[in-house]
C-alpha cells in the first residue's frame, strides 16, 4: 500500500475512516456532496418499484435467463440511491453478491435475508457500486452475524466482501507487535485464500503484512497479497481464532488509493473549498470503531 507521508495520512484521516469502514466490515455508507465534476457518477434514469422488498423466487437476468433462489432480496431502509439503465438491477446485483459469497465464503444461501443499497460514488470511491448486507434472521442488528459484499453497479465485478460477528468471548483488542514480524500463518491462509479463489489473473509472488484493527469485540489482521505482476489484494482474519473475515480486490484498492491521492493533494494544496458539505453518515453493525495501525 502507498503510504507517502505524514501530510497526505493527516490530510485523509476523515476518508479513510469512512473508507475502512466499508472496505473491511462493509458496515457502513458513505453519503457524499461535491461540486459538479468532482466525482464521476453513473446517471439515474428510473425509480426502483416498492415491489422490490417483496421475497423473490426467481431472478431475471439480461439475457433472459431464469434461475431459482432461495434466499429473499429487499431494498435496505437507508438506501437513498437509485440505480440507472446501465445499472444492474437489485435483483442482479444480489445475484452476482450472493455467488461472490458462495465462492468465496462457501456460503449457504438458503433463507437469508439480503438487504441492498446502491451508491452513485463518493470522493473516496468514485464508482456506482452495489452493496448487500446478508443475515439470516429478518432483523438487522449491531450484534447480527452477517456476511457483505460491494460490487461494481454495472458489471458486477467484486470490490469487497465481508463477514462480521459477535464473539462469545472476550479478547484483547490491542494492538499485537510481535505480528508485525511473525504472521506466518496468516501469510500462509492468504496465500491458499486468493489461490483457491482465482483472486489474482496469476501467480502470487508473496506475502507482506498490512494491518491489525478490529470490528466490534474481534480483533483482526490485514495481509497484502502481492502478484507477479503487481495486483495486490488485501486479506482479513480475526486475531482470535483465525476465521477467514473478507477481503479487498486490487480493483478496489486502485479506485480507492487513486481517489484519496486525488483528495489528499486537493486539501495539501489548499483546494478544500471545491468540496462542498463533505458528509459522510454511517450505518454501523458492529459495536466499537475500527482501529487500524500498520508497521509502516
Known amino acids: 500500500m502507498r503510504r507517502k507521508n505524514m501530510l497526505k495520512m493527516t490530510a485523509a484521516a476523515c476518508a479513510l475512516i469512512g473508507a475502512t469502514t466499508i472496505l473491511f466490515s462493509m458496515a457502513a455508507e458513505a453519503t457524499v456532496k461535491a461540486k459538479s465534476g468532482q466525482v464521476n457518477m453513473v446517471s439515474?434514469?428510473?425509480?426502483?418499484p416498492d415491489s422490490q422488498a417483496a421475497a423473490?423466487?426467481?431472478t431475471k437476468g439480461r439475457e433472459g435467463n431464469k434461475e431459482e433462489?432461495?434466499?429473499?432480496?429487499?431494498?435496505?431502509?437507508l438506501n437513498t440511491g437509485t440505480p440507472g439503465e446501465?445499472?444492474?438491477?437489485?435483483?442482479?446485483?444480489a445475484k452476482k453478491g450472493t455467488d461472490y459469497l458462495k465462492n468465496i465464503f462457501g456460503l449457504d444461501l438458503k433463507g437469508a435475508y439480503v438487504y441492498m443499497m446502491y451508491n452513485p460514488g463518493t470522493i473516496t470511491f468514485p464508482r456506482a457500486f452495489w452493496m448487500g448486507d446478508v443475515l439470516f434472521e429478518k432483523k438487522q442488528t449491531p450484534e447480527s452475524t452477517r456476511?457483505?459484499?460491494?460490487?461494481?453497479a454495472v458489471t458486477g465485478e467484486l470490490f469487497n466482501i465481508g463477514h462480521s460477528r459477535t464473539l462469545n468471548a472476550n479478547p484483547s483488542l490491542d494492538y499485537d507487535v510481535s505480528l508485525e514480524k511473525n504472521y506466518g500463518v496468516y501469510a500462509e491462509l492468504a496465500k491458499k485464500k486468493v489461490e483457491e479463489c482465482g483472486l489474482m489473473n496469476g501467480a502470487v509472488d508473496r506475502v507482506e503484512y498490512g494491518s491489525q484493527g478490529y470490528g466490534g469485540n474481534d480483533p483482526d489482521i490485514t495481509m497484502d497479497v502481492i502478484g507477479k505482476n503487481g495486483e495486490i489484494v488485501i486479506v482479513s482474519f480475526s486475531r482470535y481464532d483465525q476465521t477467514f473475515l473478507g477481503l479487498i480486490t486490487d480493483s478496489s484498492r486502485r479506485i480507492s488509493e487513486s481517489a484519496m491521492d486525488d483528495l489528499a493533494n486537493d486539501l495539501a494544496n489548499g483546494l478544500a473549498e471545491n468540496?462542498?458539505?463533505?458528509?459522510?453518515?454511517?450505518?454501523?453493525?458492529?459495536?466499537g470503531e475500527p482501529a487500524l495501525k500498520s508497521a509502516e
Open 44 to 48: 439515474t434514469n428510473y425509480q426502483v
Open 56 to 58: 423473490l423466487t426467481e
Open 69 to 77: 433462489v432461495n434466499y429473499h432480496v429487499s431494498m435496505d431502509s
Open 86 to 93: 446501465v445499472d444492474l438491477t437489485m435483483e442482479e446485483a
Open 147 to 152: 456476511w457483505s459484499f460491494m460490487v461494481d
Open 275 to 287: 468540496y462542498e458539505d463533505v458528509e459522510v453518515v454511517t450505518q454501523e453493525f458492529s459495536k
